[in-house]
C-alpha cells in the first residue's frame, strides 16, 4: 500500500533477478563445454566450437549483467516510493501527537528513528529481496548442475554442504 502503483515492479524484479541469474551460470556451462572438448578431443579439438562457447559465454554474460541491472532498477523504484510515503505518513502521524510527547522526546531523535527505519526498508527492498532471490536461484541450480554433469561428484560436493549445514545448527543451537 505504501509503494502505490510502483509495487507492481517488485514481481517484476524479482523475476528478472531469477532469470537473470540463472542466464549467469550460462558462461560456466560454457566454460564445462570448452574444457570437456579439450579433454576429450586434446589438440585435435575444433578452435571454432571452442571460439564459438567463448561468444556464447559472453554474450550471457552481458545478458546477465542487462537483465540484473534492470531488476536493480525496477527494485530501486518501488523502494525509492515505499521510502518516500513511509516518510511522509511517519511524519503526517507525529504531527497529531500531543505535544506531552515532544517534551520527552526530541524532534532530532524522532527524525532519526523515522529516516533510519525507512532507509532499512528501502535497502531490503532495493538490494536484499533482488538478491536472495537471486541467490536461492543460484543454490538450486548449482544443485542440480552438479547432479546434471556427474551424480557422483554431485553426491561428494553435497558431503561438505551437509557437515557445514549440521555445524551451523549445532553453532546457533536449538533456540
Known sequence: SHMGKKGVLIP????????????GMIPFVCVWLIIRLLFTQGASASGNEIVRYAWWAFGFSILFILLYFTALMLS?????????????????????????????????????????????????????LPDLAGGITVFITTLVLMFVFDWRLGLACLIP?????????LMMGKN
Not at 516518510?87 to 532519526?112: E, I, W
Not at 554442504?161 to 545448527?169: D, T
Open 76 to 128: 530501486h523504484l518501488a523502494a525509492f516510493r515505499l521510502e518516500r510515503n513511509l516518510r511522509y505518513s511517519a511524519m503526517q502521524k507525529t504531527v497529531h501527537m500531543p505535544l506531552g510527547f515532544f517534551t520527552k522526546n526530541s524532534t532530532g531523535k524522532m527524525r532519526k528513528v523515522i529516516d533510519d527505519n525507512a532507509g532499512i526498508v528501502h535497502t531490503f527492498v532495493a538490494h536484499q
Open 12 to 23: 517484476f524484479s524479482i523475476t528478472l533477478s531469477v532469470l537473470g541469474n540463472l542466464i
Open 161 to 169: 554442504l551437509v557437515i557445514a549445514f549440521a555445524q551451523f545448527y
